[in-house]
C-alpha cells in the first residue's frame, strides 16, 4: 500500500526555518509531479508549492523568495525548505502528489495525512 508520510514539522519563532519531508513508501516504481499545500486555521487548503518530475518548480506568491521545494528520486522524497517563516505561514501542511505504482499503469494521486507548522510572533 502506497503512503505519502511527511515529517519535519513544528513550533518556530517569526523569521526561523524547518524542513518538510514526505517520503512516498510502500510498492513504488517511481514518483511523478508532487506538491505542497497548506491549510491555515479556518481557511481552505492552498497550493504552496510544486515541482514537476522534471524539476521545473512553482511557487505561491506569498511564498516566493522564502521557500523552496525539492525532490530527491533515488529516495522517493521531496522536500520543503522554508526559511523567513511568518505567523501566516502556520497551518497543517500536507504532500501530494502521483505515484507509479509500476511502469505499465499511470500514476495514482495520493495525499499524506499532514503535518503541523505552527509559527510564533
Known amino acids: 500500500q502506497v503512503q505519502l508520510v511527511e515529517s519535519g514539522g513544528g513550533l518556530v519563532q517569526a523569521g526561523g526555518s524547518l524542513r518538510l519531508s514526505c517520503a512516498a513508501t510502500g510498492s513504488i516504481f517511481s514518483i511523478n509531479a508532487m506538491a505542497w499545500y497548506r491549510q491555515g486555521p479556518g481557511k481552505q487548503r492552498d497550493l504552496v508549492a510544486a515541482?514537476?518530475?522534471?524539476?521545473?518548480?512553482n511557487y505561491a506568491d506569498s511564498v516566493k523568495g522564502r521557500f523552496t521545494i525539492s525532490r530527491d528520486d533515488s529516495k522517493n522524497k521531496v522536500y520543503l525548505q522554508m526559511n523567513s517563516l511568518k505567523p501566516e505561514d502556520t497551518g497543517v501542511y500536507y504532500c501530494?502528489?502521483?505515484?507509479?505504482?509500476?511502469?505499465?499503469?499511470?500514476?495514482?494521486?495520493?495525499w499524506g495525512q499532514g503535518t503541523q507548522v505552527t509559527v510564533s510572533s
Open positions: 515541482i514537476t518530475s522534471g524539476g521545473y518548480t
Open positions: 501530494n502528489g502521483g505515484v507509479y505504482t509500476s511502469r505499465y499503469y499511470s500514476p495514482y494521486d495520493y
